[in-house]
């Protein structure tokens, strides 16, 4: 069974929902038949590369609400990290573009190691004094290298706007057709969709029901034609 997470690094729904997903993955029996695959999503687009803010004037200006309420939102959001094992700074992050980090998850995923590195990035945006924004490149190098990729070949991904950018935006589109306007969106065997960073719970019933709903392979086979098999290649007789 395939898993899809559409994801975004800046998106603390997507970091706390990885977090409870997996937790029901670990439980579930068929765990070791489950592949987990992330897609891009990105919410904020449009903003430039180098157009990098606190996260708290991001949210009063997105939003509309008071630095009071932004603040609580992030004590809450720190709170939900914690119940779940993460850390979490609630005071004294950025927000930026994530269009390379998406770019270079899609080449960690050609070398396997794709859940390892938006692992450490969810970790590098949301528990770490260091920011992903202000520092270029050399800090995703850093990053790409922790997870096990190489670093020249990291650098070369991010030097060139082109590498994996159709990647990101065919997930992009895909996410459109599929209607998720929100993300974490999960999506188990093409045939259920999770939206949310939702308990646990859920997401082990989801899990469950998409294992068992499968549809068993419809075999067209009259039993004449010649195969082969484990215990050779049957031998036309004239």
């Known amino acids: 069974m395939r898993v899809e997470i559409w994801s975004d690094i800046a998106c603390p729904w997507c970091y706390v929902g990885k977090a409870r997903f997996e937790k029901a993955l670990e439980t579930f029996p068929h765990r070791d038949q489950v592949e987990v695959v992330h ?3 990105e919410l904020d687009p449009g903003r430039a590369k180098g157009d990098v803010q606190p996260v708290i004037r991001m949210l009063t200006r997105k939003y509309g609400m008071s630095e ?40 960690a995923k050609e070398h396997g190691r794709q859940d390892e590195l938006i692992q450490i990035l969810y970790r590098a945006n949301f528990a770490e004094e260091r920011s992903l924004f202000t520092e270029g490149d050399e ?11 190489d670093a020249g070949a990291a650098r070369e991904v991010l030097a060139d706007p082109a590498a994996y950018a159709d990647e990101v ?30 308990p646990a719970e859920v997401f082990a019933q989801a899990l469950t029901r998409a294992w068992g709903d499968r549809s068993p392979l419809k ?13 050779g290649c049957a031998v036309p007789q004239n």
């Open 39 to 41: 897609r891009s999503f």
């Open 68 to 107: 009071a309420q932004a603040q609580a939102g992030e004590e809450n959001l720190g709170a939900q990290a914690a119940a779940e094992g993460l850390g979490y700074r609630t005071r004294d992050r950025d927000h930026g573009n994530t269009f390379d980090m998406h770019r270079l998850l899609h080449f």
């Open 139 to 149: 800090r995703l190098v850093e990053l790409a290298v922790e997870a096990g990729l």
């Open 169 to 198: 935006r065919a997930d992009e589109r895909e996410a459109a057709e599929l209607g998720a306007n929100g993300v974490p969106f999960f999506v188990l065997d093409r045939a259920y969709g999770v939206s949310g960073a939702q």
């Open 219 to 231: 075999l067209i086979d009259d039993g004449g034609a010649e195969a082969c098999g484990p215990d």
